[in-house]
């Protein structure tokens, strides 16, 4: 008897011991619809793995596909529907009924059935939600200011160069030819929301392009809408916006160049898969269809790349055995994952959490944690993470401006949901113990068609805008109570200009008052993020830079490389906040 005989009567035997005659079983009125992969998993969405053979690794591919044909048998004899099957590491994504749920954990050949994990993206916007005290603002709005001002931050932008492109050296890089081009090819696969690839600072260079969540119509086109959420398009720019190829940045940051952004691995070939939903979740199956297609490009594997590093700005959920199973089948392939650690200030989310997947952890621009971070052993590396700008879909980004008393206010900051638009009439106090506006319901009359001036205080900046607006004014002007511009993020989305003010120009305006001033904001294609989101990227495409500079690396060759040159932080040595540390693709490739 050969290996593909002895393999499948060995496993339809325990199919008929568990399940009866193994006729096909057709799914009744009540049976579970197939799930939608990319989209948070119903309560009936299972995961199902099948116990491997000792020989499983070594399986040609006709074996594989009889193994996989006699387990799909066991899940449609139990009552399952199947919505994706993975032959090589002997699992599937099903619906379930409470039915056929029991009959397959009675299944001898089923090692496990598991919930179908939900993960989200790990990036938000840059700013703060809370009005604590100058004296303990946490480091990530404590260090967005002092990034913004260009003042007391350890990396600052320059030209067309973010703080964290300067942070991992990318101008030494550029100039040393260090761009992820190479007669070798190097790709970088981003699975997130999708991408905005009309921008033009990715000058329709995307290599590739595939859409994961199955029940969407009319978003398996890059050039067409698929990215709402945004999330994809600004982690894709990091990697890959081009130079000299942008809409201007330099409304956003002062000393940024008028071109734009400039990504870290410009000559890195650029796949992007989309597995995120429009609300930025994501299913197990989804996000594992999107990583072996990340892992189909490689040569070995009947692609055209030669190294393929998948970039996941993504995590949450539960531990998962399919999902290690995914992982370490990708891994064993040959490519190098890298995920975020999670955003939560606590444990290492998944997929970061697991064995063959490498985690990163988010630095600001002084190289401290960021208080956001999740944290763990592990934690692989470091990357930017706090107020991270980058391109998003055209016209998703806001920049904004505001005046008052005859003086142009430098350093204004759009609140995240913002309203569009710009108001010029007179500046009023909002009133309140310190000019703060405190107190859910308060209202001053005085602001009804007005613009609001409040002091950052004691409440949120959701209650003060609130409270504003309610009272009808037609603009809010919140100013800083400590040095440096102030990112606002909102919870409630609102149809007036919202803008952080530099304390300064907030204090000196209440001296002046009454006064006259402006208020605007306005659309822009590009934004600044938090989030291990945002520091994944930056770690993917140095990892893309090093691979093309030293092709000869394995994926365990490159990680060993990039842990052991990394920028040592904190604690000497690994430790579980940075991991071994800020990656360093200029010391890796030169030791220097």
Request: hydrophobic share 40%; proline share 4%; charged share 10%.
């Amino acid at each position: 008897m050969n290996r593909t005989h002895a393999l499948l009567a060995t496993t339809l035997a325990l199919t008929l011991a568990a399940c009866g005659q193994p006729t096909t079983v057709a799914p009744d009125a009540a049976a579970p619809t197939a799930p939608v992969a990319g989209t948070p998993a119903g309560t009936d969405s299972y995961l199902v793995g099948f116990r491997q053979p000792l020989t499983a690794q070594n399986l040609g591919g006709q074996e594989l596909a009889a193994q996989a044909a006699v387990q799909a048998q066991a899940i449609t004899a139990a009552g399952g529907v199947i919505s994706s099957q993975w032959a090589d590491i002997s699992a599937a994504a099903v619906r379930l009924n409470p039915a056929a749920l029991a009959a397959l954990r009675a299944n001898p050949s089923v090692e496990y059935v598991e919930q179908e994990a939900v993960h989200r993206a790990q990036g938000r916007p840059s700013g703060t939600s809370d009005a604590r005290p100058a004296s303990t603002l946490s480091a990530q709005g404590a260090t967005l200011s002092a990034q913004r001002l260009g003042a007391q931050a350890l990396y600052a932008p320059s030209g067309e160069f973010t703080w964290g492109d300067n942070a991992l050296r990318v101008p030494a890089l550029r100039a040393a030819g260090y761009t992820g081009a190479s007669t070798t090819r190097v790709a970088v696969c981003v699975l997130d929301t999708g991408i905005d690839g009309n921008h033009p600072e990715f000058q329709r260079k995307l290599t590739g392009f595939k859409n994961f969540v199955t029940t969407e119509t009319n978003r398996n086109d890059p050039y067409a809408l698929n990215d709402v959420d945004g999330h994809g398009t600004h982690v894709a720019g990091t990697v890959f916006a081009q130079y000299g190829a942008g809409t201007g940045a330099a409304g956003l940051l002062g000393g940024m160049d008028s071109a734009g952004v400039g990504g870290v691995a410009t000559g890195a070939n650029l796949f992007v898969g989309r597995v995120l939903g429009d609300t930025g979740s994501g299913s197990s199956s989804g996000i594992i269809n999107g990583v072996n297609w990340c892992v189909a490009q490689l040569k070995s594997q009947g692609g055209t790349q030669d190294r393929v590093v998948v970039s996941m700005s993504l995590g949450g959920g539960s531990k998962s055995q399919t999902e290690q199973r995914a992982y370490t089948a990708a891994y064993n392939k040959g490519a190098l994952i890298i995920a975020a650690t999670g955003n939560d200030g606590a444990a290492v989310s998944y997929p970061a959490a697991y064995t063959q997947v490498a985690g990163v952890a988010a630095v600001d621009s002084n190289l401290a944690k960021a208080d956001f971070s999740n944290f763990g052993t592990q934690v692989d590396l470091s990357g930017p993470g706090v107020a991270v700008l980058s391109p998003v879909p055209l016209g998703q980004g806001t920049a904004a401006s505001a005046s008052g008393g005859g003086v142009t206010f430098t350093d204004v900051q759009a609140a995240d949901k913002t309203g569009r638009g710009s108001f010029t009439g007179a500046v009023v106090a909002a009133g309140g113990t310190n000019n703060e506006f405190c107190g859910a319901g308060t209202r001053n009359a005085a602001l009804n068609g007005n613009i609001a001036l409040i002091a950052r205080g004691t409440c949120s900046f959701e209650e003060k805008t609130a409270n504003a607006v309610a009272s009808g004014a037609r603009g809010v002007m919140i100013y800083n109570n400590a040095a440096g511009a102030l990112g606002i993020s909102l919870t409630n989305t609102y149809a007036v200009p919202v803008v952080g003010i530099q304390q300064a120009d907030g204090q000196a305006l209440l001296g002046k008052l009454p006064a006259s001033g402006t208020v605007a904001v306005t659309s822009a294609d590009y934004a600044y993020l938090d989030g291990t989101s945002m520091a994944t990227p930056h770690v993917s495409a140095a990892a893309a830079v090093v691979w093309a500079a030293k092709p000869t690396l394995t994926n365990t060759g490159l990680l060993n490389l990039l842990t052991s040159t990394a920028r040592d932080l904190g604690t000497a040595g690994r430790d579980n906040n940075f991991g071994y540390g800020l990656v360093d693709p200029l010391k890796a490739i030169t030791g220097q």
